[in-house]
């Protein structure tokens, strides 16, 4: 009886999930720091003190995560962004990239 060696259960395991998505927030000149920290918390869940730091990191090195998803929740969060800063005024962008 052939048995399957481990990675090849590995590989149709890996196979059979969906990919996951990280979700980028990207930093500019004209973004109010406290929308950044509001959309962090109302879009992403994050916590006041998660939200700071996430901001910050975005702030100082350009982007930063917030979180990874699927490809469908990540393009969601990304249009919930877009259109919560064209609301409010803010030039903010959200991207993803395949982790
Ligand atoms: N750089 C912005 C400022 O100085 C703040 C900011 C942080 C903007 C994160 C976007 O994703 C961002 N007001």
């Given at each position: 009886m052939s048995t399957k060696k481990e990675y090849e259960l590995d590989e149709e395991l890996s196979l059979m999930e969906p990919k996951q998505y990280n979700v980028l927030l990207l930093n500019d000149d004209y973004t109010s720091m406290d929308f950044v920290v509001e959309v962090l918390m109302n879009?992403?869940?994050?916590s006041y003190a998660e939200a700071e730091v996430i901001m910050l990191e975005v702030h100082r090195k350009d982007r930063g995560s917030c979180g990874v998803f699927t490809y469908e929740v990540a393009e969601t969060k990304i249009m919930q962004v877009s259109k919560l800063a064209r609301e409010q005024g803010h030039p903010l962008k959200a991207t993803m990239e395949e982790v």
């Open positions: 879009i992403f869940h994050k």
